[in-house]
């Protein structure tokens, strides 16, 4: 039997990881924020599939957890924390006949918490996990893919002259997000879905966790927040003082409090894409800042939080520069997840140098890179990266450089440092 793919899907980069786990699992739980595709993805591998978003089904699958099953394998399970003792059940039924690529799971929080049910195994070896972001430029076929990081890990990159973007396409890419149903929107609409995404989180999805109330007043400042300080290090402190206007020590450490509850809120909900302090042997380990960089999943719905639009973004180029930050660090993130790899920041806390993004690869080498927006950063972006390079003991693979506005892929002659556009990048 044919594969469910939906008219219009767009070829995925975890589609060869699903194909072959599909093959060595009993089942996969594709996890992930809302609207980033995971249900469409999943159709492009099932033969047969049960939405538990549908009433009906949820209560007969309540009812008896075997009267969902279709046996016409894979088959997708859509939304099955709504049912959470799904999760067992698909266990077992792994465990029977040892098959593999039987079941695709989907979710995009974690468990309610006001159900009483339970899963008693976490599993293992039968049910693995993948994270699904929203998609990349070169998914979504605003990256060339004329260089890849695997180009710069082996120095095969080839040399060459490429169009050039605009800023106001970079604009329109930051504003528009990685949202597959907005991949076409016209850019006057361009920001109607992550605002869309915005209301639903803040009205509907930060209630589905009953252990407590949460304020959707306060998680809406608590988003703005996060927003704001978006591309930056910051602590919890520091987003407290934001969202609160407290007059006493225990009125601060309440308001901590909630933070570190409506974060978690975030994170169950696969909102927050934070980058961790890279660890590495750089002069003295106390001088390495250990706080992470804090992003949302994606930059569109920081610009929706703030109110920015195309216009805003291309008349206020410190915020145009963080937006663009982020838009790669989301790119950058999807990549090194393909390549199963990891990404981080790096500060020095005394000289308060810093590298944007630090790639590390399956082998432990890595590559140090800056991101700019326009050529007018390159200069400072080269210093940065040298320094970086003097003072480090373990030397990066490779350096570069990721620019939105530049027209082509280069190698610095004097300090051998890439230079290329974020949309000619794939992994």
Same mark, same amino acid.
């Given at each position: 039997?044919?594969?469910?793919?939906?008219?219009?899907? &767009?070829?995925?980069?975890?589609?060869?990881?699903?194909?072959?786990?599909?093959?060595?699992?009993?089942?996969?739980?594709?996890?992930?924020?809302?609207?980033?595709?995971?249900?469409?993805?999943?159709?492009?591998?099932?033969?047969?599939?049960?939405?538990?978003?549908?009433?009906?089904?949820?209560?007969?699958?309540?009812?008896?957890?075997?009267?969902?099953?279709?046996?016409?394998?894979? #088959?997708?399970?859509?939304?099955?924390?709504?049912?959470?003792?799904?999760?067992?059940?698909? &266990?077992?039924?792994?465990?029977?006949?040892?098959?593999?690529?039987? !079941?695709?799971?989907?979710?995009?929080?974690?468990?309610?918490?006001?159900?009483?049910?339970?899963?008693?195994?976490?599993?293992?070896?039968?049910?693995?996990?993948?994270?699904?972001?929203?998609?990349?430029?070169?998914?979504?076929?605003?990256?060339?893919?004329?260089?890849?990081?695997?180009?710069?890990?082996?120095?095969?990159?080839?040399?060459?002259?490429?169009?050039?973007?605009?800023?106001?396409?970079?604009?329109?890419?930051?504003?528009? /997000? /990685?949202?597959?149903?907005?991949?076409?929107?016209?850019?006057?609409?361009?920001? !109607?879905?992550?605002?869309?995404?915005?209301?639903?989180?803040?009205?509907?999805?930060?209630? #589905?966790?009953?252990?407590?109330?949460?304020?959707?007043?306060?998680?809406?400042?608590?988003?703005?927040?996060?927003?704001?300080?978006?591309?930056?290090?910051?602590?919890?402190?520091?987003?407290?003082?934001?969202?609160?206007?407290? #007059?006493?020590?225990?009125?601060?450490?309440?308001?901590?409090?909630?933070?570190?509850?409506?974060?978690?809120?975030?994170?169950?909900?696969?909102?927050?894409?934070?980058?961790?302090?890279?660890?590495?042997?750089?002069?003295?380990?106390?001088?390495?800042?250990?706080?992470?960089?804090?992003?949302?999943?994606?930059?569109?719905?920081?610009?929706?939080?703030?109110?920015?639009?195309?216009?805003?973004?291309?008349?206020?180029?410190?915020?145009?520069?963080?937006? !663009?930050?982020?838009?790669?660090? &989301?790119?950058?993130?999807?990549?090194?997840?393909?390549?199963?790899?990891?990404?981080?920041?790096?500060?020095?806390?005394?000289?308060?140098?810093?590298?944007?993004?630090?790639?590390?690869?399956?082998?432990?080498?890595?590559?140090?890179?800056?991101?700019?927006?326009?050529?007018?950063?390159?200069?400072?972006?080269?210093?940065?990266?040298?320094?970086?390079?003097?003072?480090?003991?373990?030397?990066?693979?490779?350096?570069?450089?990721?620019?939105?506005?530049?027209?082509?892929?280069?190698?610095?002659?004097?300090?051998?440092?890439?230079?290329?556009?974020?949309?000619?990048?794939?992994?």
């Amino acid at each position: 039997m044919s594969n469910l793919t939906q008219n219009g899907y &767009r070829q995925r980069l975890i589609d060869e990881k699903m194909e072959q786990y599909l093959m060595l699992f009993g089942a996969i739980s594709l996890e992930g924020p809302k609207w980033c595709g995971k249900t469409w993805t999943a159709l492009n591998h099932a033969h047969s599939v049960v939405y538990l978003s549908q009433k009906e089904t949820r209560e007969l699958a309540s009812e008896s957890l075997k009267t969902i099953f279709k046996n016409d394998y894979p #088959e997708l399970i859509d939304e099955w924390q709504l049912v959470p003792s799904i999760w067992d059940e698909v &266990r077992i039924n792994c465990d029977i006949d040892n098959v593999k690529g039987k !079941f695709i799971l989907t979710g995009s929080t974690t468990l309610n918490f006001d159900s009483d049910e339970k899963i008693y195994h976490s599993g293992a070896g039968r049910i693995v996990s993948l994270k699904m972001f929203p998609m990349s430029l070169y998914e979504s076929g605003d990256s060339t893919g004329d260089v890849s990081l695997l180009d710069l890990y082996n120095e095969s990159v080839k040399i060459k002259k490429i169009k050039s973007t605009t800023k106001e396409q970079i604009a329109y890419l930051i504003i528009r /997000g /990685g949202w597959p149903a907005n991949v076409t929107t016209p850019k006057e609409n361009a920001g !109607f879905v992550p605002e869309g995404y915005i209301d639903a989180i803040i009205k509907t999805d930060i209630h #589905e966790r009953k252990d407590r109330k949460r304020d959707s007043k306060k998680m809406r400042m608590l988003l703005c927040s996060l927003a704001r300080n978006e591309s930056a290090v910051a602590g919890y402190e520091t987003i407290a003082k934001d969202i609160s206007e407290y #007059e006493s020590g225990n009125e601060l450490i309440k308001t901590r409090q909630t933070v570190a509850d409506y974060m978690d809120v975030l994170n169950s909900l696969y909102l927050l894409n934070n980058i961790s302090a890279f660890s590495i042997n750089y002069r003295s380990s106390k001088r390495i800042g250990k706080s992470p960089k804090r992003h949302l999943i994606d930059p569109s719905l920081s610009c929706a939080l703030l109110g920015i639009t195309i216009e805003k973004l291309l008349n206020d180029s410190n915020t145009f520069g963080l937006m !663009f930050e982020s838009l790669a660090i &989301r790119d950058l993130t999807i990549y090194m997840d393909y390549l199963k790899g990891n990404i981080f920041h790096f500060r020095d806390n005394v000289s308060g140098d810093e590298v944007d993004a630090i790639l590390e690869f399956k082998d432990g080498s890595y590559g140090a890179v800056e991101i700019k927006l326009s050529n007018l950063g390159i200069e400072e972006a080269k210093k940065s990266l040298l320094r970086f390079y003097e003072n480090v003991n373990k030397k990066p693979k490779f350096m570069a450089i990721i620019v939105g506005t530049y027209g082509a892929i280069l190698k610095d002659e004097k300090t051998g440092i890439y230079i290329l556009p974020l949309t000619a990048l794939k992994p």
